[in-house]
Nanobody
Framework: QVQLVESGGGLVQAGGSLRLSCAAS????????MGWFRQAPGKERDFVAA????????AYADSVKGRFTISRDNAKNTVYLQMNSLKPEDTAVYYC????????????????WGQGTQVTVSS
């Protein structure tokens, strides 16, 4: 089992920045690929970014490329999502998730999920 706890969400004006953190406990963190997903009100949960277990490989949704950066610190059992140039359409609950082996942009591939953190971007 892996337990995930997100933090760092909040209210920010358009054009601003936030950094989300996801702290993991339980199994060996470095064995897991990590992903960030988000869900806006009335919409499905969508892929945002993913990172492999070493941090050497990353992937992003087209909507956040060039603005968001995913990273991880295996010594701290933490994955981060740096969000810059935020837009009102980035408003959502952001979830981190973990899976074994290779990273993925598919929700169904992730076995472990955090409780989510709210990000609200005002115009």
């Amino acid at each position: 089992q892996v337990q995930l706890v997100e933090s760092g969400g909040g209210l920010v004006q358009a054009g601003g920045s936030l950094r989300l953190s996801c702290a993991a406990s339980g199994r060996i963190f470095s064995n897991y690929a990590m992903g960030w997903f988000r869900q806006a009100p009335g919409k499905e949960r969508d892929f945002v970014a993913a990172i492999n277990w070493t941090g050497a490989r990353t992937a992003y949704a087209d909507s956040v490329k060039g603005r968001f950066t995913i990273s991880r610190d295996n010594a701290k059992n933490t994955v981060y999502l740096q969000m810059n140039s935020l837009k009102p359409e980035d408003t959502a609950v952001y979830y981190c998730a973990a899976k074994t082996f290779t990273f993925s942009d598919q929700i169904q591939d992730y076995a472990y999920w955090g409780q989510g953190t709210q990000v609200t971007v005002s115009s």
